[in-house]
C-alpha cells in the first residue's frame, strides 16, 4: 500500500506557509517552536491546518505516542535515522574511495537495522491512529520487498568480507612492510591480555579510542593501498555495491523520518510541562464559531521559561457564547493582561497545527488566519507618524478578515489621546464583530469592555486591602476602574500604609 505523509495524510502537497514571523514573534510562539525542534520543523508550524479531518488526524498521531511503549519505538527509530545521516555525512567529508565507501556500508547496516527493529516492534502495540497503522503496514511490506532484503544481504556480504580481512604489520626502523596474514600472534591481543590482570575487577574494558582524524594520514593511505593490492575481489565488490546503492534511504522512509521529529519534539516538551504541574489537553475542534472555552489555559512560553527556574504559571481561562465574539482585557499594569491575550492567540494556533494545547478542557474554533497587532517601534523613516503606522497595520488585517479570523490587539492605539483611541477602539471592534470574526483587545480604556453586547469583559485581579497585590488571575467582570486605581496608588507611594508612615 501506499504510504503518505504523517502530518499531511494522503493530500498532495502541504500548501503554502500562511503564517506571518511578526504573528509568531508576538505571540511568543517563535520561543514554543525554538523549544520543539526550531526551524527543523518550520514547514509544519507554519502552515496552519484548514480541514478538520487533517486535525483530528494528528491529534490522534500525538495521542499514540503519548503511549511511553509506543513513544519508545518511535524515539529508537529516530535515533537510528540520526546516527544513518551521521554515518554518510562523515562519509560525504572523507577523500579516500574506499574510506568513504566502508562508512556508507556501516551506515547501510544502522539503516537495515533500524528500519527492521521498528517493522518487528509496532506488529505488538496497540496503535489507535489512522497515521501510524498505515505506516506500521506500508513498513511492513518494505522490509519484506526483494529489493530491500537483496539491499540488506548483499551489505551484509561485503561487510563480511571485509572484516575477514587480516594482514600483518611489520615496523623496522622507519620502514613498513605489509604483508598476507599468515597465522601470526596478534600482539594488540597479546599486550591485552598481559594487562588485563591489573584492571581492577568489574571494571569493563574501555571502549576503543575514537579516531580524533576526519580523513587517512599517508602512513594509512598507504597501508591501506597495499592491502587493496592484496585483496583487490573484496574492495572491487566494495566499490560496485556502494556505487548502486549510493542513494540507499528511501524517500518515503526519509520524509517519514523528519515529519515524526514534529510530533516527539512537542511532545518532549508537553511531558516536561506537564510534570511541573502544567496540564495539555486535545481541544474539540469545529469547522466554524460554535462557542470557545479553554480551561486552565496559560502561556507556554512562560511556562516553558518558568520550568527551567522550577517554578509554575498561574492559569486562567475563557469562553466565549452566542453572540459573544471579543475580549476586553482591562486592569493594571503588569497584571498578565498581556500574558492572558498571547495565551488566547496560541491556544488557537496551536489547534489548528493538530497539537495539544495548554489547559485541561478545550474547545476551540479552527481559525483561518490568526493576526496580532501589537505595538511597535517607531518608524522613524515614515513621516507620518505611529499612529498612523498602526491605523495602517490595522487596516491591512480589517480587509483580510473573515467569520474565520481571528485577532489579538495589545494596547492598539496607545500613542494617541485617550479620547481619541475610544474612538478607534470603538470602531474597531465594531468591525471585527461585523465581519464575524473573533478577537481579544487588551487595553487601559474601561470603556471599551462596554462598547457592545458582543464584548465580554475580563479584568487583571488584584487582591483586596490597603496594599493590592496583583494576582495574574484574569476574571470575567466588568471593570470598575478601582485595580487601576489600585496599581496607580501603589506606584507612586499613596497606599494607606505609606500615606500614614509619613504621617508619623
Given at each position: 500500500m501506499d504510504f503518505g505523509s504523517i502530518l499531511w495524510g494522503h493530500a498532495?502537497?502541504?500548501g503554502p506557509e500562511t503564517a506571518e514571523d511578526t504573528t509568531l514573534t508576538d505571540l511568543n510562539l517563535d520561543q514554543v517552536f525554538a523549544a520543539t525542534g526550531g526551524a527543523e520543523h518550520r514547514a509544519a508550524q507554519y502552515r496552519p491546518l484548514r480541514d478538520i479531518a487533517l486535525v483530528e488526524f494528528r491529534q490522534r498521531v500525538f495521542g499514540d505516542l503519548e503511549d511511553d511503549a509506543v513513544r519508545s519505538v518511535f524515539e529508537a527509530f529516530v535515533d537510528g535515522m540520526?546516527?544513518?545521516?551521521?554515518?554518510?555525512e562523515r562519509a560525504g567529508r572523507l577523500t579516500h574511495p574506499q574510506q568513504r565507501n566502508r562508512w556508507q556500508i556501516d551506515a547501510e547496516a544502522v539503516y537495515c537495522r533500524t528500519v527492521r527493529g521498528m517493522s518487528i516492534a509496532l506488529r505488538g502495540l496497540p496503535l489507535h491512529s489512522t497515521g501510524l497503522r498505515e505506516w506500521a503496514a506500508w513498513l511492513s511490506g518494505y522490509v519484506d520487498l526483494d529489493s530491500f532484503r537483496g539491499f540488506a544481504e548483499d551489505g551484509a556480504g561485503v561487510r563480511a568480507e571485509l572484516d575477514a580481512v587480516r594482514y600483518s604489520v611489520q615496523v623496522t626502523g622507519r620502514q613498513l612492510v605489509i604483508d598476507r596474514y599468515g597465522g601470526q600472534p596478534d600482539f594488540s591481543e597479546t599486550i591485552a591480555a598481559a594487562f588485563a590482570r591489573f584492571r581492577p575487577e568489574g571494571d569493563p574494558a574501555r571502549s576503543p579510542a575514537v579516531d580524533p582524524w576526519p580523513d587517512m594520514n599517508e602512513v594509512e593511505e598507504q597501508v591501506i593501498a597495499a592491502v587493496i593490492d592484496q585483496h583487490p575481489a573484496v574492495f572491487e565488490r566494495l566499490g560496485r555495491h556502494a556505487e548502486r546503492y549510493r542513494d540507499f534511504i528511501d524517500p518515503v522512509i526519509a520524509r517519514f523520518d523528519a515529519e515524526v521529529r514534529f510530533y516527539l519534539d512537542y511532545l518532549r516538551l508537553v511531558r516536561g510541562l506537564r510534570a511541573r504541574g502544567m496540564p495539555f489537553c486535545y481541544p474539540e475542534v469545529?469547522?466554524?464559531?460554535?462557542?470557545?472555552?479553554?480551561?486552565?489555559?496559560?502561556?507556554?512560553a512562560l511556562g516553558f521559561a518558568l520550568a527551567k527556574r522550577q517554578a509554575t504559571v498561574v492559569r486562567n481561562g475563557f469562553r466565549l457564547d452566542g453572540r459573544e465574539r471579543v475580549l476586553a482585557v482591562t486592569g493594571?499594569?503588569?497584571g498578565g493582561k498581556s500574558t492572558f491575550a498571547r495565551m488566547v492567540g496560541q491556544s488557537?494556533?496551536?489547534?489548528?497545527?493538530?497539537?495539544?494545547?495548554?489547559?485541561t478542557r478545550a474547545?476551540?474554533?479552527?481559525?483561518?488566519s490568526v493576526f496580532t497587532h501589537f505595538i511597535r517601534a517607531d518608524d522613524i523613516e515614515d513621516p507620518h507618524g505611529a499612529l498612523a503606522q498602526e491605523l495602517t497595520r490595522m487596516r491591512d488585517i480589517l480587509d483580510r478578515l473573515t467569520a474565520r479570523s481571528v485577532v489579538v490587539l495589545n494596547e492598539s492605539f496607545s500613542t494617541t489621546t485617550a479620547s481619541d483611541a475610544v474612538a478607534i477602539g470603538a470602531d474597531v471592534v465594531g468591525r471585527i464583530i461585523e465581519r464575524g470574526a473573533m478577537a481579544v483587545y487588551v487595553t487601559f480604556l474601561d470603556e471599551l469592555a462596554t462598547v457592545r453586547p458582543e464584548v465580554v469583559s475580563m479584568v487583571a485581579g488584584v487582591e483586596s486591602g490597603d496594599d493590592p497585590v496583583r494576582t495574574f488571575r484574569i476574571e470575567r467582570r466588568l471593570p470598575d476602574g478601582l485595580a487601576?486605581?489600585?496599581a496607580v496608588a501603589q506606584r507612586h507611594g499613596l497606599t494607606y500604609h505609606e500615606i500614614r508612615a509619613r504621617i508619623r
Open positions: 498532495d502537497a502541504a540520526r546516527s544513518v545521516r551521521a554515518h554518510l469545529t469547522a466554524e464559531f460554535a462557542g470557545i472555552e479553554v480551561v486552565d489555559g496559560f502561556d507556554a493594571p499594569n503588569q488557537l494556533y496551536l489547534a489548528a497545527l493538530g497539537c495539544p494545547i495548554p489547559g474547545r476551540t474554533m479552527l481559525p483561518d487601576y486605581a489600585a
